[in-house]
């Protein structure tokens, strides 16, 4: 896994710093949308793949 990260941490990074600042529809402020919230909070496909790979 630390190969993985460190061999994609340009696409990584690129991923995360491509969102920041942009507002983002979770789908409510009290009650959020569950599948909404979840694709802000991991916005990097890249990341995601490896870490959902640990459970693999």
Known sequence: ????LVAQSDTIEAELLAVQG????????????AQK??????PSATF???IDGLSA
């Open 1 to 4: 896994m630390a190969e993985q």
């Open 22 to 33: 942009k507002p983002a529809d979770i789908g409510g402020y009290y009650r959020p949308d």
């Open 37 to 42: 919230a979840a694709g802000v909070m991991r």
């Open 48 to 50: 995601n793949a490896i």
